[in-house]
């Protein structure tokens, strides 16, 4: 599903190069669940930057469901984004002055759904969040948790092939982070592609495998013996 | 992106910032409005000007002294305060005997004070025949216009205005039988007319003695010439027709073979009212342009407010490029908006404007009694309703390629 090759990122600064990503290479497969962990500057950000399509990279390849990134337009890696990809970011990043309903409906906003359609999809996707009777609160009035939930409704409602989790946890109680993880887990042992970016080795140990990065290279790539799989209460 | 959901995100970003959006809307909403005002009650001076060249009567020729020296943008030497006497009786009889000439009448004017007892007023006299009343369209409201044997017996009567009426008689009171002095010559007055208003010529007709031409050209001026002479064009005849037949006339009896050297000037009621009408228009166009500056003024308002709204919005943004918006999608979205700001400024504009423009027709025909139309241009709306999207598109595309071109990374990191 995803390939990388000798990935490279360069950022030239007043003619000053510094190396993101010195050639990190690895493969993740369709219903993998992959923490990227590393210290500040390690080059995870910028990794996922490029994985999930923010970014590109300055030197080697990215494949991704058999498609050359670097063949692809701003536009196409747009469309990738909105019907391939799910983001859940630390910071939840919701409008807070829009609704629940509101701000899960953005990205089919941009699929050119069908308004009628969409309540439906909507709907589901809340519901597989356990936030059914938030639907049309605004999301100012939630709690981080609740924020953080609707946060992945929204990066489920187009039914995405990759859930990219930046830090998920990292703004929440221990009890929001343990109810965040239950979904990510439920998500992949449903089938989901989830890739995690975490520094917390409890949170990456719910993963099947974990990518450390050091200085913009691979440190190690290491399965994990006996994932922390949760109670799973959403998606069992 | 959709239409539908363009319009509805913008909808509730302005509805979120109502005050914020209210005060970016206000340039806009005193620019249109400013625009409808000064359209609408240019087109109520329009009809008001034109409305008193239509009531100089119908069919009109107007003959003024003086020629123009042929020159497009030169007016008569008579109109220019410069005293010309090219215009005499002989010319009025010669007109009188064509047939395309259905009736001439005449004017000497002058002016000097009206006296009743103690009461005076400076007023404009005119020395007229007595079918100026019927081809001028002079109607006696109380008494009775003079007649042909009044103006061969040289008979000291006059006709006198409705103002100059309540000025010199006191409101209410019957000056007819009463005796005024005009410039130190003694007048019966046996007629009051009905209110007319400012004539064409800038004459208060209200305030106007009008008495027989004999003794304003022997009596009161000393004069033989006229100050202009109207020529009602026989209804059977094409009134250029006529307008020709006048001005051969007239070189016949003035010995002109040179068109370009005529010392008189005719225009026909047509010619007047056309040339009104392009003045005012243009008056008009003037205005709404000054009045349109303010429309600059409000677009960079709302430049401002957009560029500050990009900023604020920046992490918006980011997300919204993260989940799979285009650069065309954020580009629409803003432009949306400031385009929506300055639409439903311009519609407040025009409810504004034509609150304005009813009110300025209730003081003016209840308050100063004169007969003002309500005028409210459908051109006008067009355009505030066009000219206030274009303002929108045009203040509002900068920042919404602003928008538009921030990195999905950079917007995501922005705090």
Request: glycine content about 8%.
């Amino acid at each position: 599903m995803i390939e990388v090759n000798d990935l490279k990122k360069d950022y030239i600064d007043e003619g000053e190069v510094t190396s993101a990503l010195r050639g990190v290479s690895f493969t993740i497969h369709k219903g993998d669940f992959v923490s990227i962990m590393g210290p500040s500057g390690s080059g995870k950000s910028t990794l996922v930057q490029i994985l999930s399509f923010l970014d590109r990279s300055t030197g080697g390849s990215y494949t991704f469901n058999g498609k050359k990134i670097d063949d692809l337009s701003d536009v196409e890696l747009a469309h990738i984004r909105n019907k391939s990809i799910g983001f859940v970011f630390q910071s939840f990043n919701l409008l807070t002055r829009l609704s629940v309903y509101e701000n899960v409906e953005i990205p089919l906003i941009y699929s050119d759904v069908d308004p009628a359609a969409r309540k439906k999809m909507i709907e589901t996707a809340v519901h597989n969040v356990g936030l059914d009777e938030k639907l049309y609160v605004e999301t100012a009035k939630l709690s981080g948790g609740q924020k953080q939930r609707i946060a992945i409704a929204r990066a489920l409602v187009n039914d995405p092939d990759v859930i990219f989790a930046d830090e998920p946890t990292g703004n929440l109680d221990s009890v929001s982070g343990a109810q965040v993880m239950d979904i990510l887990d439920g998500l992949n042992q449903a089938g989901r592609t989830v890739i995690l970016v975490t520094h917390e080795t409890n949170t990456a140990e719910f993963a099947d495998r974990i990518i450390r990065l050091r200085d913009g290279a691979i440190e190690s790539d290491t399965p994990v013996h006996n994932p922390r799989h949760s109670k799973n209460q959403f998606f069992k | 992106m959709r239409v539908s959901d363009l319009i509805k995100s913008s909808r509730a970003t302005l509805k979120h910032g109502k005050m914020r959006s209210l005060l970016t809307m206000l340039g806009i909403v005193i620019g249109i409005s400013s625009v409808i005002i000064l359209m609408s009650i240019g087109a109520s001076a329009q009809d008001y000007i034109l409305s008193q060249v239509q009531g100089l009567g119908s069919n009109l020729i107007i003959i003024i002294p003086g020629g123009t020296n042929n020159g497009k943008f030169s007016s008569p030497a008579s109109a220019q305060g410069i005293i010309v006497t090219s215009l005499k009786q002989q010319d009025v009889d010669a007109l009188g005997r064509d047939p395309s000439v259905a009736a001439v009448t005449e004017e000497s004017r002058g002016q000097g004070a009206a006296s009743f007892g103690d009461n005076s007023e400076t007023i404009t006299f005119d020395g007229v025949p007595a079918n100026f009343f019927t081809v001028r369209n002079f109607v006696v409201q109380n008494g009775y216009p003079f007649t042909d044997a009044d103006v061969s017996a040289y008979n000291h009567v006059a006709v006198i205005g409705s103002s100059l009426a309540t000025t010199l008689f006191g409101a209410g009171s019957d000056p007819v039988g009463q005796f005024i002095q005009v410039k130190n010559v003694q007048f019966r007055v046996v007629g009051v007319l009905e209110k007319k208003g400012t004539g064409a010529f800038g004459i208060d007709q209200d305030n106007l003695v009008l008495v027989p031409i004999t003794v304003a050209q022997k009596q009161m001026l000393g004069v033989d010439y006229f100050t202009d002479v109207m020529v009602q064009a026989n209804s059977s005849y094409n009134i250029d027709f006529a307008k020709a037949r006048v001005q051969n006339i007239l070189e016949q009896d003035h010995s002109i073979t040179d068109p370009n050297k005529d010392d008189f000037t005719i225009e026909t009621q047509q010619d007047v009212l056309s040339l009104l009408g392009n003045i005012t228009n243009i008056l008009t166009l003037f205005l709404a342009a000054i009045a349109s500056i303010s429309l600059v003024v409000g677009g960079i308002g709302i430049m401002n407010i957009m560029l500050v709204s990009v900023i604020e919005r920046t992490k918006e943004i980011g997300l919204r490029k993260s989940v799979g918006a285009t650069n065309k999608d954020i580009l629409q979205q803003f432009l949306v908006e400031s385009v929506m700001l300055t639409f439903i400024g311009g519609i407040i504009g025009i409810a504004i404007g034509g609150l304005v423009v009813g009110l300025a027709w209730l003081v003016i025909t209840k308050g100063f009694a004169v007969p003002w139309t309500f005028e409210f241009p459908m051109s006008a709306i067009l355009l505030a309703v066009a000219v206030s999207s274009i303002t929108g598109i045009a203040f509002g595309i900068y920042p919404a390629q602003q928008a538009a071109r921030k990195s999905p990374i950079e917007a995501l990191r922005y705090e």
